[in-house]
């Protein structure tokens, strides 16, 4: 295993994709993920000082794991199977979680826990970057605006998944996404 500097997280242009950056301590190499921007943003805020009222979902699961008497060692990125990267949480007891990578990083940031990349995924999917914001642009700061209410952004997500139908994506056979 590899252990990895989270760089932050960026949007790629010109799709406006979040793309988390990882890149190895003692290394040249970069590992992106491609995210959610409900993950981009926990990230993002939290590495930007933001700190919300009330605890977020990370914030929470953090807190729960704390008050079970466990702590996280490690966050892991292990494979990387038909377009999408796997994860883990490595607990003290020796016990590991399967996570999906943005929510392990989220986590590993308000917890400070070092995240590690698998040796063989990094020679895989690794690539060297010249200057990172040269292919990526900072994540908008407006975005992540710390006077939103996480709540009221929660609800209007679901307004909107409870108006939307899969008719609004167009075809189903329209290649790959």
């Known amino acids: 295993m590899i252990e990895m500097r989270i760089v932050g997280v960026r949007i790629e242009m010109p799709s406006q994709q979040p793309i988390l950056v990882l890149t190895e301590k003692d290394g040249p190499r970069s590992l992106p993920i491609v995210i ?30 704390s008050a079970l008497g466990r702590s996280v060692e490690q966050v892991r990125v292990v494979d990387f199977r038909e377009g999408t990267f796997y994860g883990e949480l490595a607990f003290d007891d020796g ?23 698998a040796d063989e995924l990094l020679d895989q999917a ?36 409870d108006s939307v139908s899969p008719d609004d994506f167009g075809p189903e056979d329209s290649g790959p996404s």
Do not use: W, Y
């Open 126 to 161: 690794g690539i060297v970057l010249d200057d990172v914001d040269e292919v990526v642009a900072p994540m908008d700061e407006e975005a992540m605006d710390p006077d939103v209410d996480p709540d009221e952004e929660v609800q209007a997500f679901r307004e909107f998944l």
């Open 95 to 117: 016990t590991s979680l399967s996570a999906r990578p943005s929510d392990a990083v989220a986590l590993a940031v308000r917890i400070d826990c070092p995240v590690f990349v």
């Open 36 to 65: 959610g921007t409900v993950e981009a943003t926990a990230i993002a805020m939290h590495l930007q000082g933001m700190r919300p009222a009330r605890p977020l979902t990370h914030d929470l699961l953090g807190q729960v794991i």
